[in-house]
């Protein structure tokens, strides 16, 4: 029998996640703060944006993290007491404008403990809805002017439990990230908010980001740093913006319309997931996860991995591809790759008639000759292709081992091209060993379930080669492509993202194809730049090499070493989540291992 409890809330998701009411819009004032030396300079600023915020007609005002105390550039040391006293005045004053407020600040138990990070979320009351202490809580969700929202911390972003469930299980339409330090400008120049546009286009929610501007120089030498306060709508786009304005807030209206909501319960609801999400819906109604076993992550040898990426334009003409990719086998053989890695359907092409006319002797045929290919040049291949098995196409990616042995047959578990292609049932089929190295494969909108990166590096993925066959429209959705694949592939030490070229098809005005690249996480926070690197993102993955629109080879090598700089995504998050026990959430991260290399019957849709 359902709990009770879980009665009412699986109610209440379900009027969120599919009810058509989203017709109304909430103004909200996003604060964009310096951080001042003292106390009772924070305070008064945060009293006084307040007071803005209300004749501004906001019903939420947001500020960033550590907005009323940062202990590392004051000069005063108050007590928790004082503290505690300037928390109650802005507590007060919410309760006089009748407004809520998001608010945090370095805070400590006693006088003698160590500073860590804390958030509040007060209604028009006065009353604290949300106690958050960074790192350790997991916040419920929560519903302003019937609105529901969540809220998060900074790094705390990395998480599942906070950045995704929150949207796919409580049905959150607002995400509030409460950063404090490099925001909105982490990649900058060419890559702004790389974290906040991929999240709300694979949440379908509203993401706002409240972050300071800090005037000194960063480990990177970038002066001023940090500001990018923003409201991104869900399909990527930013509705409004500051860069580095000091001391101000950002108005907006948020008008809210019914979201991709199939798209959300495809996710949500895919055989090999389902049980991870509703596991997790589980946990925020507070009823306890079964302990599984504990898995134990796979451990790779450090070696030399050398990738060639080939991306690749794709005629309508099956022969025609395989004589190209055979070529690009030879040539990347004698450029002494370890891998050499195709694009999304490199043998048929994406147009739709084409992967319908094409039979299994076709594809077999195709196979046969890349197998040839690979043993003959002593190569690892990936390559994009459909596969027909009875009444079922699945669109995959066929990875060859260098005795020209199928290692491994992945196929696509995001579809969105439903009249082509059933999804894919195996987790188990994405994974593969590179010279002793745990690597996957992963295909196309596969990047807007971060999910699958995320178990796989901690289950101890270390390899992510990424294949596509996208074709853009516009530069800006170029970049967001390109921020959609960084995020995706940032959890992996090393791997390439390769696209399709399209200039057989367009005319040069029009390609917008490509953008493959070869990726590396290196570097980290306080770390500068590594040599070698054509973009440094230290909190994401970096970018080796890159390719334009056209169709092109790139080469990468990297040494894969266990020796890395506490940056490093993965161990990281592993240690906090371990403060997470008590909570459960480290028996959910156990639940995803499992299911991250596992497959369900392929009648279960």
């Given amino acids: 029998m359902m709990h009770p409890r879980s009665f009412l809330v699986a109610i209440f998701c379900a009027y969120w996640l599919f009810s058509p009411i989203y017709a109304q819009s909430i103004r909200v004032g996003l604060v964009q703060t310096t951080y001042e030396n003292t106390l009772e300079k924070n305070l008064e600023k945060i009293l006084h944006f307040i007071s803005q915020a209300k004749e501004s007609d906001c019903k939420l005002v947001v500020f960033p993290e550590s907005a009323l105390y940062l202990h590392a550039v004051a000069i005063d040391n108050p007590s928790k007491g004082e503290i505690d006293a300037a928390l109650e005045k802005i507590r007060e004053k919410a309760q006089l404008e009748g407004i809520y407020v998001m608010v945090a600040t370095q805070y400590k138990d006693t006088d003698a403990g160590s500073y860590y990070n804390k958030g509040y979320l007060l209604d028009t009351a006065g009353k604290v809805l949300i106690d958050y202490k960074k790192n350790w809580d997991v916040p419920r969700g929560f519903s302003i002017e019937g609105v529901p929202m969540n809220m998060v911390i900074c790094s705390d972003r990395w998480y599942l439990e906070h950045s995704d469930l929150p949207a796919l299980t409580g049905g959150s339409r607002i995400i509030i990230d409460v950063s404090g330090g490099h925001g909105g400008d982490d990649g900058r120049p060419d890559l702004r908010w790389i974290r906040y546009r991929p999240w709300a286009l694979r949440t379908h929610a509203f993401v706002l980001v409240s972050n300071?501007?800090?005037?000194?120089?960063?480990?990177?030498?970038?002066?001023?740093?940090?500001?990018?306060?923003?409201?991104?709508?869900?399909?990527?786009?930013?509705?409004?913006?500051?860069?580095?304005?000091?001391?101000?807030?950002?108005?907006?209206?948020?008008?809210?319309?019914?979201?991709?909501?199939?798209?959300?319960?495809?996710?949500?609801?895919?055989?090999?997931?389902?049980?991870?999400?509703?596991?997790?819906?589980?946990?925020?109604?507070g009823i306890q996860l079964e302990s599984l076993q504990e898995i134990i992550p796979y451990s790779s040898p450090g070696t030399n991995i050398r990738i060639a990426a080939i991306q690749m334009d794709c005629s309508r003409s099956i022969e025609e591809n395989v004589d190209k990719m055979i070529a690009y086998i030879e040539e990347a053989a004698q450029n002494e790759s370890d891998i050499v890695v195709f694009p999304e359907l490199a043998v048929t092409g994406k147009e739709k008639e084409d992967i319908m006319a094409v039979d299994r002797i076709g594809l077999e045929n195709a196979l046969s000759r890349i197998s040839t290919a690979a043993d003959d040049n002593q190569v690892h291949v990936i390559a994009g292709m459909p596969f027909v098995e009875g009444n079922r196409r699945t669109n995959c990616?066929?990875?060859?081992?260098?005795?020209?042995?199928?290692?491994?047959?992945?196929?696509?578990?995001?579809?969105?091209?439903?009249?082509?292609?059933?999804?894919?049932?195996?987790?188990?089929?994405?994974?593969?060993?590179?010279?002793?190295?745990?690597?996957?494969?992963?295909?196309?909108?596969?990047?807007?379930?971060?999910?699958?990166?995320?178990?796989?590096?901690?289950?101890?993925?270390?390899?992510?080669?990424?294949?596509?066959?996208?074709?853009?429209?516009?530069?800006?959705?170029?970049?967001?492509?390109?921020?959609?694949h960084i995020e995706f592939l940032k959890y992996a030490r090393y791997g390439a993202v390769v696209n399709a070229s399209h200039s057989l098809q367009r005319s040069p005005s029009e390609v917008m194809g490509g953008g493959s690249m070869i990726v590396s996480r290196e570097g980290g926070h306080n770390l500068p730049a590594p040599a070698g690197l054509e973009y440094y993102l230290p909190y994401e993955t970096s970018i080796v090499t890159s390719a334009s629109t056209r169709e092109s080879v790139l080469y990468a090598t990297r040494k894969l070493s266990w020796d890395y700089p506490e940056g490093i995504l993965h161990s990281w998050r592993i240690r906090t989540r371990k403060k997470r026990e008590q909570q459960g959430w480290n028996d959910w991260i156990t639940k995803g291992l499992h299911l991250i290399e596992t497959e369900v019957d392929s009648d279960a849709n």
Avoid: C
């Avoid at 188990?428 to 379930?449: C, H, P, R, S």
């Fill in 212 to 285: 300071p501007v800090t005037r000194e120089a960063d480990f990177m030498g970038n002066q001023p740093y940090g500001g990018g306060s923003a409201v991104i709508r869900p399909d990527g786009t930013i509705q409004a913006s500051y860069l580095y304005e000091e001391d101000l807030m950002l108005v907006e209206d948020i008008g809210l319309s019914k979201g991709a909501q199939n798209e959300l319960n495809t996710r949500r609801n895919h055989p090999i997931f389902k049980s991870f999400w509703e596991a997790g819906q589980q946990l925020n109604e």
């Fill in 397 to 484: 990616a066929v990875v060859f081992g260098p005795d020209g042995l199928i290692k491994t047959r992945y196929a696509q578990l995001h579809v969105k091209r439903g009249d082509l292609f059933v999804p894919g049932h195996s987790t188990k089929a994405m994974w593969f060993q590179l010279n002793g190295v745990y690597a996957i494969v992963t295909i196309g909108d596969d990047a807007e379930w971060v999910e699958i990166a995320d178990l796989a590096t901690l289950r101890g993925m270390a390899l992510h080669f990424h294949i596509s066959n996208e074709l853009v429209l516009t530069e800006n959705e170029a970049l967001l492509s390109k921020q959609k």
